[in-house]
């Protein structure tokens, strides 16, 4: 019997409180952006740089699949990035179509971002279109946000209470 205490998401899905508390103690934004991973908010997750072992082994105790992808930059320069998802398949994705390759912004690349890290498709298009229009989005709550929420958005309200609550969670820590 496993007798590590956990702390509750929602029914039926806890995760060990002791692993979550060091997250957060090392980084707050990595211990949130994991949060909304594994409630499922976001399918899976980029941190934009390398972890060492001990944060991954905390992200995979949290029950999340982690892969680590290089990629290159302008001028050759090699740079590391995260990504971590409850589903090894998002993981995957991810991998098999970036791992080695340009940083790059083009539209199908901000699409299929977009699919894996659960921005809603209406942000995601007018992104593509008219990056960072002035939204209805309170600017306190935008910035809690990893995508930049659309005019007139109809998804992203909805998801902000979710936010919320994983933040209440992670601050009562
Ligand atoms: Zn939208």
Known sequence: MNCEETVRIYDGLSIPLGTLRFLKQADCQLAFLAMLTISGIKPASRWEK????????????????????????????????????KSHAYVEVYVSRWDGMPLDKAPETVQLEGFLF??????????ITNPYTPNDIDPAQQARLFHWA????RITPLLLPVYGRLELILESL
């Not at 944060?55 to 982690?66: T, W």
């Not at 659960?118 to 992104?127: H, K």
């Not at 659309?150 to 958005?153: A, L, R, S, T, V």
């Open 50 to 85: 390398a972890l060492d072992a001990t944060l991954i082994d905390c992200l995979r105790r949290l029950g999340l699949h982690v892969s680590q992808v290089r990629r290159t930059v302008a001028n050759g320069a090699q740079v590391t990035e995260t990504l971590f998802s």
């Open 118 to 127: 659960g921005y809603p498709p209406c942000c995601v298009e007018e992104y």
């Open 150 to 153: 659309c005019k007139g958005c």
